[in-house]
């Protein structure tokens, strides 16, 4: 089991290791493989704040959402709610 001082360096960016472990499976829709590891409240926060770098947003916001609901983090799942309201208002021209 890996243990949260391994997925974290001390300034508290995410280490390869957790990349490795809890990253995007390849596979998944629109992203790349081990990108965007989502293990705790701070890495999904982290992730939907940076799903605007990913090819499809919306698979970063499933991936997030897959990982609050199965540990009923309801604060989580109140976020991906917003950042789909949020990309649906959003027309994509800067």
């Not at 290791?17 to 293990?39: I, N, Q, R």
């Not at 701070?42 to 919306?58: F, M, T």
């Not at 499933?62 to 609901?69: D, E, G, L, P, S």
Request: proline share 5%.
């Amino acid at each position: 089991m890996v243990t949260s001082e391994e997925l974290r360096t001390r300034a508290g960016t995410v280490t390869q290791k957790a990349h490795d472990k809890y990253g995007a499976k390849p596979g998944t829709k629109g992203l790349k493989p081990k990108s965007y590891p989502v293990f705790d409240r701070l890495s999904g926060e982290n992730a939907l704040r940076l799903r605007g770098h990913a090819p499809d947003p919306s698979a970063v916001i499933n991936v997030v959402q897959r990982w609050a609901q199965s540990h009923n983090d309801k604060v989580l799942l109140l976020k991906c709610r917003i950042a789909r309201k949020v990309d649906a208002h959003t027309d994509g021209s800067d």
